[in-house]
């Protein structure tokens, strides 16, 4: 948990610098290792160093493979529980057009309530929790008008059953959205996993420049540059929204082109 508000709190280009010292570090440790093994033991076998580093770094960009291809996975799900959350409040909103008033009129008020908080959280995501709160109280709301239907003399009661229904799907998908947003994120044994294989890496890549005289710094530089970028790729994934600090951000105009909808649907009753 640590880890994670870390990740969420931290300016992605802090996150990014922060990695290029550490991968810096690591490797200026290994070049001084390296000498100071040749100047104690002697030359050794190139075969075998180079095996191990190979080894090493393999173990590293899987790691790297797996972290990523994990945030990615979790980016699509917020994309699709996203539309798929937009589509269940779009047909609840129209299948209230089949409820008796005063219910049409007072739900379809809190749906378009419900949509314009998810607006205010798109705008200032430091409302986020404060947004959650306030739709479930709306939920509340709703499915207590869902339940009085219930209990109302309905001459179609299908129709009561298809909005119940569509109002439940619309329930659920808030919670996964929640869930997946705010809890979903990569545990904190990956990231201390993913620091200590980078940290072992670097130092091994430091060690085998370290056998040679001279230091190419500009490829070390390239490789912290590049490196670093990655991680700072997994972390802005792994983000529980984008905001100011987030640089990847879902597209949120489905929900502003369901608050037009709404508003020019209502506009005209």
Known sequence: MIISRLIDTLPLLLIYAGTIAIVLFSIVAGIWFGRFWRKRFGEEREEAVDTVVAAVLALLAFLLAFTVGLT????????????????????????????????????????????????????????AMQGIKRSEELQERMWAFAQALSLADIKNPDIAALFVESLNEMIDLQTSRVVVALMYRLPAPMWSALLGITILSMISVGYLFGKSEKVNWALILLLALAFSLVVALIADLDRSGGGKLGVTRINQQAMLDLQERLEARMSKE
């Open 72 to 127: 990615a996975a979790r980016f699509d799900s917020r994309k699709q529980l996203l539309l798929d959350e937009v589509n269940a409040i779009g047909t609840t909103f129209l299948r209230t057009d089949f409820l008796p008033e005063p219910h049409r009129a007072e739900v379809r008020r809190l749906l378009k309530n419900y949509v314009d908080i998810r607006v205010d959280m798109i705008r200032n995501p430091a409302t």
